[in-house]
């Protein structure tokens, strides 16, 4: 952590005095890092979650046909995991300190 400092500040009977200055800005570059990674991990759970609904054969709309393949374990179990874990690491990244 660098500290700036401001010579003009303050002045005391003419004469300058050195005040530091805190560098402001919370996030540093690992919490960038770690944010990244969080919105992939969310992104893969969403494009995992894809897919064709209940009622569509071969791409096209059937009301008279079901599609159990909206109950995989890839919908139900990992999409939703993948998308926790990503949030939960985009509240690591911006609760970390630098």
Avoid: H
Wanted: charged share 20%.
């Amino acid at each position: 952590m660098s500290k700036k400092t401001n010579k003009f500040a303050a002045s005391e009977f003419g004469k300058e005095t050195e005040v530091p200055q805190e560098n402001t800005f919370y996030f540093g570059q690992q919490n960038f890092k770690w944010m990244l990674i969080g919105l992939a991990f969310i992104v893969v759970g969403f494009l995992l979650m894809m897919g064709p609904d209940a009622n569509t054969v071969d791409g096209k709309f059937d009301p008279n046909s079901w599609n159990d393949g909206i109950f995989s374990i890839r919908r139900i179990r990992i999409a939703p995991l993948f998308i926790v874990i990503g949030f939960a690491i985009e509240v690591y990244a911006i609760l970390k300190r630098k």
